[in-house]
């Protein structure tokens, strides 16, 4: 069944759009990311334009993230003060990549600069990922030089103006998560992404927060940095395709729920592996889509 896509100028698989809004939303419940760091590299792959892909992935994720949010937040997995911190950082973080998101889209720069960002950010995260995951569960040996981790990072811990988290038993500086938050809404303004990816390791190695609630609290602050993110695309890039989104949210929604039961029956290390691995393979493809060289550069064709 195809369907026009109004913005994007193309038509689609309605089906296939679908099914890879089921598989962003298990991931999402699954460990806690938006999944636009899945979902903006296939629709790039699918063929919709770079520009159209980013701001309708964070679309998606906005619905995506409801459904998961109220599924954390039945097991009172939610840090509301945390991720109010983080989503005032959040917002400004989106207003100031979707100026740069209009800056590039103006000189015409905007597809590769979202393809070199994409393999650099998801190359990194990956490999990092992959390494403490594989360690955590005795795949690697650690280092001997390594030390235990600490509850949080001690830059972290130097900074002034302590505020007492409670639930994420926390008493840390506001400003370290409000900093994460404006990092977090660019990458959403000018990726596509939630922003999870990079929040989630962040949340727990660089704040100390509780695993309990970091991934209920990722999802929280991605709900409302996405939803700002779309209204400023909307009414200034104008690349959101709202038949593109409704189609990956149809999927998203339903599967953001079983992500979250799933969750509960696996470790948290075995699902931060299945993660890395996944970013990986996405970096790698982007890669070839950049340095690959076609077979025919150009063609021409009659009229």
Do not use: C
Not at 48 to 75: D, F, N
Not at 245 to 274: H, I
Request: net charge positive.
């Amino acid at each position: 069944m195809d369907l026009y896509l109004p913005i994007a100028g193309l038509s689609v698989n309605a089906l296939v759009i679908i099914a890879l809004g089921g598989v962003v939303g298990l991931l999402t419940g699954m460990v806690g990311v938006g999944g636009g760091f899945l979902t903006t590299p296939i629709l790039i792959f699918y063929g919709i334009p770079p520009s159209v892909a980013v701001a309708s992935s964070a679309t998606q994720i906005t619905g995506t993230s409801i459904s998961g949010v109220l599924a954390h937040r039945r097991r009172k997995g939610v840090d509301y003060q945390m991720g109010g911190v983080i989503i005032a950082g959040g917002v400004i973080g989106a207003l100031v990549g979707v100026f740069l998101f209009r800056l590039l889209q103006t000189i015409g720069q905007i597809d590769t600069v979202v393809l070199i960002l994409y393999v650099v950010l998801l190359g990194s995260i990956g490999i990092l990922m992959a390494r403490e995951a594989a360690t955590a569960l005795g795949y690697l040996k650690p280092k001997a030089s390594e030390r235990p981790p600490r509850r949080h990072n001690p830059i972290v811990a130097a900074l002034p103006f302590r505020w007492r988290f409670y639930r994420s038993g926390l008493y840390i500086s506001p400003l370290a998560p409000f900093i994460l938050g404006i990092f977090s809404g660019m990458l959403t303004a000018l990726l596509g992404v939630g922003g999870g990816f990079v929040m989630v390791p962040a949340m727990i190695y660089l704040l100390g927060m509780s695993a309990q609630v970091v991934v209920g609290t990722s999802l929280l602050q991605i709900l409302f940095v996405t939803a700002a993110t779309t209204m400023v695309h909307a009414t200034t890039t104008r690349s959101v395709d709202i038949v593109l989104a409704v189609l990956l949210l149809l999927g998203s929604v339903v599967g953001a729920q079983y992500g979250a039961r799933f969750a509960q029956t696996m470790k948290p290390e075995l699902l931060r592996l299945m993660l890395a691995i996944l970013v990986l393979v996405v970096a790698l493809r982007m890669f070839l889509q950049l340095t690959w060289q076609p077979e025919e550069i150009y063609t021409v064709q009659l009229l």
